[in-house]
């Protein structure tokens, strides 16, 4: 989802971009989570000999291959989980774009992974932006975004990574974009 907020004056524009904080994101974590503690448990279990899963009996299984490879696949699940949690957590991709008149210029700001580019910044001045361009692409993976076409630079993505907006949402968004900053809309 994103978010558009207009000062009152009509100067500036501002954006917010969804990140990695978003429903499927939360679910595959999830989902990650609890198959990998549930293949870790029957590998130590068959181990052990001790039952520590409540809904099987992985007590019967060898030890050497079956547990040691279910071992295996948990731990490197839970892994996975981990780097999918620490990715939401750190809101990886989430930001926003800002279009200021008043200053003339144009703030992209992203989160990334903590370190010592834990923010992304683009800052240009508006009157080094050529148009604003739509990309659609349709098929087996499809995908429609927004691009800022700046003088000298490649293009830059404004919209989100993942979902592919609706091509309604993405038609509005390119065009009150435009406007704003009275420049050509390419791609449609």
């Keep these: 989802m994103t978010v558009s907020a207009q000062s009152a004056d009509n100067q500036v524009l501002k954006r ?6 978003r429903l499927s994101n939360y679910w595959w974590a999830t989902v990650t989570c609890l198959g990998g503690l549930g293949f870790l448990l ?18 019967q299984l060898v030890f050497i291959p079956q547990g040691i490879a ?13 780097y999918l949690w620490l990715i939401v957590l750190w809101d990886v991709g989430g930001g926003y774009n800002e279009f200021d008149k ?3 210029q144009v703030r ?24 604003v361009r739509v990309a659609i692409k349709e098929g087996l993976s499809p995908k429609r975004a927004l691009y800022l ?27 009150e974009l435009a406007r704003f900053l009275q420049v050509p809309l390419e791609g449609l």
């Design 149 to 175: 076409r700046i003088k000298g630079r490649p293009d830059i993505p404004l919209t989100r990574v993942g979902q592919p907006l609706p091509l309604s949402e993405l038609e509005n968004q390119g065009a």
């Design 102 to 104: 008043t200053a003339d």
């Design 70 to 82: 279910m071992g295996f696949y948990g731990g490197l699940a839970l892994l996975l989980s981990a």
């Design 42 to 59: 029957a590998g130590i279990s068959s181990y052990l000999n001790v039952n520590l899963l409540p809904f099987a009996d992985p007590t």
């Design 108 to 131: 992209i700001i992203r989160s990334g992974f903590p370190g010592k580019n834990r923010r992304v910044e683009i800052i240009h001045p508006l009157e080094d932006v050529i148009a």
């Design 16 to 21: 917010t971009v969804l990140g990695a904080r």
